[in-house]
């Protein structure tokens, strides 16, 4: 699976932004999708995840009630949108693709990764 994030730009706080991560091969149904992203000198930490099926959710708390993530499977897409942005919120953004069987805040049960799109909210 080969995975395409685009979408990132300049904003400025308050503004939207909709993040959009199109993969390749047929097994995309098939897996859990996530967000990540890294700010300049900080880890990547998780923003959002959807089960395979579409049907459960997660977010960070700091993006609780701002992000909305989705997935069109006929698309072989996943969607971050992103709303009242705030500067915390520049980074790098990763989509990442999964059999998740443990947890889905942790890098390390998404074996496939986008190249990353940058985010950048303007005070």
């Known amino acids: 699976v080969q995975l395409q994030a685009s979408g990132g730009g300049l904003v400025q706080a308050g503004g939207s932004l909709r993040l959009s991560c199109a993969a390749s091969?047929?097994?995309?149904?098939?897996?859990?999708m996530g967000w990540f992203r890294q700010a300049p000198g900080k880890e990547r930490e998780f923003v959002a995840a959807i089960s395979w099926s579409g049907s459960r959710t997660h977010y960070a708390d700091s993006v609780k009630g701002r992000f909305t993530i989705s997935r069109d499977d006929a698309k072989n897409t996943v969607y971050l949108q992103m709303n009242s942005l705030k500067p915390e919120d520049t980074a790098v953004y990763y989509c990442?693709?999964?059999?998740?069987?443990?947890?889905?805040?942790?890098?390390?049960?998404?074996?496939?990764w986008g190249q990353g799109t940058l985010v950048t909210v303007s005070s």
């Open positions: 091969g047929r097994t995309f149904s098939t897996y859990a």
């Open positions: 990442a693709a999964g059999y998740v069987t443990s947890s889905v805040y942790n890098t390390s049960e998404y074996k496939y």
